[in-house]
């Protein structure tokens, strides 16, 4: 089978198989700026993101790799603290091209990558699939290797990406002959050999973890597909919850005390003023209303008892958790798994929760959703001493966190996503009625 046959189709965008960029000096710089030059405040950095005048840099850059064409902003990624990051299209007259450009950090010298200044400082250029900080991406990306890595006797039928963020991490899924199936590649920027580990510890604690196939190749791991369905489909079909909160707390409070040894990520508390900026960046004229839901997070959390420090999944919401006939089957993305609090999967799941019908109409019967699992999530903390008021501010600085997320470049009225997760941070916060049906209209 051709390359082009099984090139990937998922998400909003192809990315295609291409070549890399043919006899280019890739570390010259460029313009007249000042390679001194401070870097623009993020804020700055989407506004040009999303400008004109960034398109027709990367146009000229694509040009002078051969691909002539028109440069499109089909992927935004604002990640606070770091920079922002634009997937680019290329439209020619054979096939799309695909470029990212970052304000984040790359180390000089590195392959592949162009430097450049801009009006918000410098720039770091690279066509896919040659990401910098992803080593695996272009194993993961190619047929014939994942063919000749993966697949053994099974014939791949199809590969596609389903979620890329710059420098950060991938995922696709490569479809092969039964019965091996679907197969999903997580590419990853270091320590997948911890990852296969922590999926290995779970596994034999009784925790519904999908199986690996073989051993990390250039840290990427390959994994088979867990039992049921995706809890977010499970949501938009039926209109009782599909597992009860008591099984949600059971799982993870079987999530075996060998990860306690895992280094700790924080939680979304521990970075609220990052996302606020990040919120604020999406939504300016919003500001006020962001700093005094930030506020009023801070002054619960400065009385909420969090809780024993424990084992926990770190990333807990709708899509990382399979389930059938009334029972989880499987918990996917374990990658944050280690010593954290249960409180904080709980927000996270109540956050990730309360936002879905800001993504879809068909999600419009989820606020009952989110009563009742704060209802059973709120006993459960209280019978473990921990004040369960600081459950809903954790979930609203978890929805706080999704704000930025809601943008989208396709979509001229993201916007009113955007105010409408605030809306529902501000219902979190509020405490006895924390979701109602009115805010799905603002």
Same mark, same amino acid.
């Given at each position: 089978? $051709?390359?082009?046959?099984?090139?990937?189709?998922?998400?909003?965008? +192809?990315?295609?198989?291409?070549?890399?960029?043919?006899?280019?000096?890739?570390?010259?710089?460029?313009?007249?700026?000042?390679?001194?030059?401070?870097?623009?405040?993020?804020?700055?950095?989407?506004?040009?993101?999303?400008?004109?005048?960034?398109?027709?840099?990367? +146009? $000229?850059?694509?040009?002078?790799?051969?691909?002539?064409?028109?440069?499109?902003?089909?992927?935004?990624?604002?990640? *606070?603290?770091?920079?922002? $990051? #634009?997937?680019?299209?290329? @439209?020619?007259?054979?096939?799309?091209?695909?470029? @990212?450009?970052? %304000?984040?950090?790359?180390?000089?010298?590195?392959?592949?990558?162009?430097? %450049?200044? $801009?009006?918000?400082?410098?720039?770091?250029?690279?066509?896919?699939?040659?990401?910098?900080?992803?080593? =695996?991406? *272009?194993?993961?990306?190619?047929?014939?290797?994942?063919?000749?890595?993966?697949?053994?006797?099974?014939?791949?039928?199809?590969?596609?990406?389903?979620?890329?963020?710059?420098?950060?991490?991938?995922?696709?899924?490569?479809?092969?002959?039964?019965?091996?199936?679907?197969?999903?590649?997580?590419?990853?920027?270091?320590?997948?050999?911890?990852?296969?580990?922590?999926?290995?510890?779970?596994?034999?604690?009784?925790?519904?973890?999908?199986?690996?196939? #073989?051993?990390?190749?250039?840290?990427?791991?390959?994994?088979?597909?867990?039992?049921?369905?995706?809890?977010?489909?499970?949501?938009?079909?039926?209109?009782?919850?599909?597992? %009860?909160?008591?099984?949600?707390?059971?799982?993870?409070?079987?999530?075996?005390?060998?990860?306690?040894?895992?280094?700790?990520?924080? +939680?979304?508390?521990?970075?609220?003023?990052?996302?606020?900026?990040?919120?604020?960046?999406?939504?300016?004229?919003? %500001?006020?209303?962001?700093?005094?839901?930030?506020?009023?997070?801070?002054?619960?959390?400065?009385?909420?008892?969090?809780?024993?420090?424990?084992?926990?999944?770190?990333?807990?919401?709708? &899509?990382?958790?399979?389930?059938?006939? #009334?029972?989880?089957?499987?918990?996917?993305?374990?990658?944050? &798994? #280690?010593?954290?609090?249960? @409180?904080?999967?709980?927000?996270?799941?109540?956050?990730?929760?309360?936002?879905?019908?800001?993504?879809?109409?068909?999600?419009?019967?989820?606020?009952?959703?989110?009563?009742?699992?704060?209802?059973?999530?709120?006993?459960?903390?209280?019978?473990?001493? @921990?004040?369960?008021?600081?459950?809903? +501010?954790?979930? &609203?600085?978890?929805?706080?966190?999704?704000?930025?997320?809601?943008?989208?470049?396709?979509?001229?009225?993201?916007?009113?996503?955007?105010?409408?997760?605030?809306?529902?941070?501000?219902?979190?916060? =509020?405490?006895?009625?924390?979701?109602?049906?009115?805010?799905?209209?603002?």
């Amino acid at each position: 089978m $051709s390359a082009a046959s099984l090139s990937g189709h998922g998400g909003r965008f +192809a990315l295609r198989v291409m070549k890399i960029f043919a006899g280019m000096e890739l570390h010259r710089e460029k313009g007249t700026m000042d390679p001194s030059t401070a870097q623009a405040s993020e804020r700055d950095q989407v506004a040009y993101f999303s400008s004109l005048q960034i398109a027709e840099l990367v +146009a $000229s850059v694509a040009a002078e790799a051969g691909y002539i064409g028109q440069a499109s902003l089909i992927e935004l990624h604002h990640r *606070p603290g770091a920079g922002v $990051s #634009g997937l680019f299209e290329i @439209i020619t007259v054979t096939k799309p091209a695909y470029l @990212i450009c970052t %304000t984040e950090s790359v180390d000089p010298g590195t392959p592949r990558v162009l430097r %450049t200044e $801009s009006p918000i400082g410098v720039l770091h250029l690279w066509e896919h699939p040659n990401d910098p900080g992803l080593p =695996g991406l *272009p194993l993961a990306s190619v047929p014939e290797s994942v063919q000749a890595t993966w697949g053994g006797r099974y014939d791949l039928l199809n590969l596609e990406t389903l979620a890329y963020r710059p420098l950060r991490r991938a995922v696709l899924k490569a479809t092969f002959d039964d019965p091996l199936g679907e197969v999903f590649l997580k590419v990853l920027r270091k320590d997948a050999d911890l990852l296969a580990q922590k999926h290995k510890v779970l596994a034999e604690a009784g925790t519904p973890v999908p199986e690996l196939i #073989g051993d990390p190749v250039r840290d990427v791991l390959a994994i088979k597909r867990v039992a049921g369905m995706p809890m977010a489909q499970a949501i938009m079909d039926g209109r009782t919850p599909p597992v %009860t909160g008591a099984d949600i707390v059971a799982v993870l409070s079987g999530f075996p005390t060998e990860l306690m040894e895992a280094p700790a990520r924080p +939680a979304w508390t521990d970075r609220l003023e990052w996302y606020a900026h990040a919120a604020e960046t999406a939504l300016p004229e919003e %500001t006020g209303r962001i700093q005094g839901l930030m506020a009023k997070i801070n002054a619960v959390l400065e009385t909420a008892h969090r809780g024993p420090l424990v084992a926990n999944h770190g990333d807990f919401y709708e &899509a990382n958790i399979f389930v059938r006939d #009334g029972k989880i089957t499987g918990i996917i993305d374990i990658d944050s &798994a #280690g010593p954290g609090y249960l @409180i904080d999967d709980l927000a996270c799941f109540i956050g990730h929760l309360a936002v879905l019908p800001t993504l879809d109409q068909r999600y419009s019967h989820v606020p009952e959703f989110v009563r009742y699992y704060l209802t059973e999530f709120s006993s459960e903390l209280a019978a473990r001493s @921990i004040d369960p008021q600081g459950l809903y +501010a954790r979930s &609203a600085s978890v929805v706080l966190s999704l704000i930025a997320g809601a943008r989208d470049e396709e979509d001229p009225h993201w916007k009113f996503a955007a105010r409408q997760r605030l809306a529902v941070a501000e219902g979190l916060i =509020g405490g006895t009625q924390p979701i109602k049906r009115s805010l799905l209209a603002q």
